[in-house]
């Protein structure tokens, strides 16, 4: 199968669709990023890489960087993590306080808001400087040493994330932070501020499609069994409260973030990661998430 050629045409075929989402605006940092950005890039598990479009421009990760602090947290307390987040989709927006409050502080999943929040208190519980070790992981995944956070788009999380900054005060009044709502809120600012390429994130990510192990050095990351259950959770959470129609029209575990990343992998074949910024309502990238149908289309490739 030629992958380039297939790449080539979707990066065609994807333009109509690059303006017709809308930017993360409450972010405002993210808000003046060009609608007609797009990149899509390959890693295949024997070690190849595909490009096309923008996929070497940096952008900011988001909610993909959960995925990270996620596999952080497994390797550090295992099972023992399910005890105060849970596993199941959350059919509410991603950053729900509703749904919180009912289920007396123990978040649906670990890949909306509040799960997140509670993952990175595992790390700093465990971590003594949590930020750098989110680096270090992502350094060693990508093969990219200059993987940094930005602290413009940090800055502009701090300063105008309101909810979040409520979500870690009821977390906290729940008794389910160890630390302090101001210092997980400092590491999760940051964690979701980290500017990565498609190309970083596709190397990144190939470790979930390979049984646990990264082509940039013979350590493994995960376990079979861990990779199996990350897996499990991003097909069935990985895409806040669209997950049903993304399963539907791609047919791969993604992680999306408002920043108008998607990472997916194909077990024991490739990961592969598309950007463009312009999102639908459920806040994934409208133009990537059709990139990727396309994909699967074409190729014929999915887990169904």
Known sequence: MDYQDILNEINEEIKPYLKLGKVASYIPELASVPYEKFGIALHTVD?????????NEKFSIQSISKLFTLTLAKQLIGEQLWARVGREPSGNPFNSLVQLEYESGIPRNPF???GALVITDVLISNFEKPKDKILDLLRLLS???KIDFDL???KSEKETG???KALANFLKSFNNLENEPEEVLDVYFNQCSIAMSCSDLANSVIFLAN???SHNFDEEITTEKQTKYINSILLTCGTYDSVGDFAYRVGLPGKSGVGGGIVAVMPDKFSICVWSPGLNESGNSLA???ALELFTTMTGISVF
Request: no cysteine; aromatic share 8%; hydrophobic share 30%.
């Open 162 to 164: 309101y909810l979040n």
């Open 211 to 213: 049984d646990g192990k």
């Open 47 to 55: 070690g190849k890489t595909y490009l096309a479009g923008d996929a």
């Open 112 to 114: 909306i808001n509040a």
């Open 152 to 154: 413009d788009v940090a």
């Open 143 to 145: 093969g990219n040493e």
């Open 288 to 290: 990537g998430t059709k």
